[in-house]
């Protein structure tokens, strides 16, 4: 009974009714939404930075005088007695260069020469083809693993291995294509080529100095035991400002740590715009109570009990903020299927189930507050009411 | 012997404190048999909507007892006053005071829901309700289609509805015009030559004349109470 009074109190105010629900909703969905989007943010940033290895440590020059890590660094840092737990060392150079087929040209942003550990190391497979061999790196043989992109640029619909492309004048083997790596950032993690570290540096960085050392650990339970290590052997050599030591699941932690922060943040954002949607359903709910005190009036005088009155008023601030509230999460459901600001929303259950209980508990508590009061009201004085 | 539908005794009521005190009733007893149409007449200012309230239970005395129908609604509490509103007494306003955005069928059937009465069960006593005021063709009609003697007429067929003990009603016609007034007196007496109970209060003479007993309150006391008619 009291539920036809409810929704026939709701539909003879059917727009004031549909903009309580659309305070409701913006609220609901918004936190939904916002929490959604940091979340895949935050997803996104650790998925980027677990296809890095989390099992590695980079050792990067540092300072303004040009690069102190030389081969003969990378080599001291091979040291099975003061450095037990590196399973590889990879000396890395890289520069950008022009690979040119058959008078088709591509801009390699970062043509890289290294050891064959390397692959393994940075979580780098060769998808067609293979890899180039330690003989290949000793001999400086002219052979190169290509990125994705670069073979689709150059071969587009070809074959690429056993061709012959021309790097800095000089002409390189392909014997492989690098498998594609999900690509998240602004740069393309698949334009590449990976070539044997003597021929780069034959052809094209010189006989100067390492860009980076990769330095692989046997396990990734062993990186902070690696990273000290590593930081031993080469204060050794080095003064502790020519280089620094990056370290992936470090990075990874303060990277989701931010993230985690940022969607704090933004949950805090839409916190506020569900309590602004609460207070819209406070605010109808003393409006329609407070309007409708002589309509109460006139129920209590033709016999209706303090109950059925109560019952009445928060069936019908329950109907608005659960309505609202479930058309917020439908909102949210449809909205995160969307990209939003280049990332990939990902809903976190329990803030659906956190933005449809407070706006339901907002709903119950300012709807039933006023209506308690006036259904205690004497017939007499509601019906007076003005 | 038949016990009175209505028995007050020494009902009085104040409003505020100390100084500022004001007596709308000193002391008032009256009976009212059953299939009796008594009018409270009175100016403004004698007490005669505070004697109304308390009648319909929508508001307590100061002291003094009053029974309805045998119960002593002074001492009842929320719960049974609602329960004695929907069966004993069936309230008609001055404002008329129907639900707006709802129909005059709605309206009627009202108290009878309250009551917890099947909805197949309501509808035919509301079509009943609205036959004896005349209006059973405008049963699908919202109150501001209607005009303010069919209102009230619709009110008063909201008050028969549940057969109360008493009908009461708070100067009926005082907000109608000559026409709609001859409209709802001619209910009121039809329902009084049924054998229903009624209680009316006016300022207006004519309104005073049709009952069959007439009472004049005057600063919060029974002054005149003659018997008009058998």
Not at chain 1, 245 to 273: C, K, M, P, R, Y
Not at chain 1, 293 to 313: D, S
Not at chain 1, 326 to 338: H, N, P, Q, R, Y
Not at chain 2, 168 to 197: K, Y
Request: charged share 20%.
């Amino acid at each position: 009974m009291s539920l036809t009074f409810a929704l026939r109190g709701l539909s003879a105010n059917k727009l004031r009714s549909s903009l309580t629900m659309l305070g409701i909703l913006i609220g609901v969905a918004a936190v939904i939404l916002l929490v959604a989007v940091g979340n895949g943010s935050a997803k996104a940033i650790s998925d980027r930075i677990e296809a890095l290895g989390t099992n590695t440590i980079t050792v990067m020059s540092a300072g303004r005088t040009g690069s102190a890590l030389t081969t003969e660094t990378a080599g001291a840092l091979a040291d099975p007695v003061l450095a037990p737990d590196v399973r590889s060392v990879s000396p890395v150079v890289s520069a950008s260069a022009t690979v040119t087929y058959e008078g088709a040209d591509h801009e390699v942003s970062s043509f890289v020469g290294t050891t064959p550990g390397w692959f393994a190391a940075s979580n780098t497979p060769v998808g067609r083809g293979a890899a180039f061999t330690t003989d290949d790196e000793a001999q400086g043989r002219r052979v190169v693993v290509l990125g994705p992109t670069v073979a689709e640029e150059l071969f587009p619909g070809a074959d690429p291995i056993d061709q012959q492309v021309t790097v800095g004048g000089a002409l390189f083997t392909v014997i492989g294509v690098l498998a594609g790596k999900s690509s998240t950032g602004f740069q393309d993690a698949n334009d590449t080529a990976v070539a044997p570290l003597t021929a780069v540096r034959q052809v094209l960085t010189g006989y100067g100095s390492l860009n980076s050392i990769l330095v692989e650990a046997s396990s990734p339970a062993q990186v902070d035991a690696v990273q000290s290590q590593v930081s031993t052997i080469l204060g050794l050599s080095l003064d502790e400002t020519q280089y620094r030591i990056q370290n992936a699941s470090q990075l990874l932690e303060t990277q989701t740590e931010t993230a985690d922060t940022f969607t704090t943040l933004l949950g805090a954002v839409a916190a506020i715009s569900l309590l602004v949607g609460g207070i819209g359903i406070t605010n109808i709910m003393l409006v329609t109570v407070t309007e409708r005190t002589r309509e109460i009036g006139i129920r209590k005088a033709l016999g209706a009990p303090r109950r059925v009155i109560l019952t009445q008023f928060m069936i019908e601030a329950t109907l608005l903020s659960v309505l609202g509230g479930l058309l917020g999460v439908a909102a949210a459901l449809i909205g995160s299927s969307f990209e939003i600001v280049g990332v990939r929303p990902v809903i976190v259950p329990s803030s659906v189930g956190l933005a449809l209980g407070v706006s339901i508990a907002i709903g119950l508590f300012f709807g039933g507050l006023p209506a308690a009061r006036a259904a205690r009201l004497r017939p007499i004085d509601a019906l007076r009411y003005e | 012997m038949r016990r009175p539908v209505l028995d007050v005794r020494d009902l009085t009521k104040t409003y505020g404190e100390g100084e500022a005190t004001v007596h709308a009733l000193r002391g008032v007893s009256m009976t009212v048999e059953r299939g009796d149409y008594v009018a409270i007449m009175g100016s403004s200012g004698s007490g005669k909507s505070t004697l109304m309230n308390i009648l319909g239970a929508l508001d307590v005395p100061t002291t003094g007892t009053y029974l309805l129908d045998g119960v002593d609604v002074s001492d009842l509490a929320d719960r049974q006053l609602a329960l004695a509103r929907n069966r004993l007494i069936g309230f008609i306003f001055q404002a008329f005071n129907l639900i707006p955005r709802m129909s005059a069928a709605g309206n009627v059937e009202l108290p009878l829901a309250y009551a917890g009465i099947k909805p197949d069960e309501r509808r035919r006593r509301a079509r009943a309700a609205l036959d004896v005021v005349g209006l059973a063709e405008r049963a699908r009609h919202e109150p501001n289609q209607l005009s303010g003697g069919q209102q009230q007429r619709v009110a008063v067929a909201r008050a028969l509805v549940t057969e109360p003990a008493l009908l009461l009603a708070d100067e009926p016609t005082g907000n109608l015009d000559t026409r709609s007034t001859e409209d709802v007196l001619d209910v009121f007496d039809q329902l009084s030559a049924a054998g229903r109970t009624i209680v009316i209060i006016t300022h207006e003479p004519e309104v005073g004349a049709r009952a069959k007993r007439l009472i004049r309150l005057v600063d919060g006391r029974i002054v005149h109470d003659v018997r008009q008619r058998p």
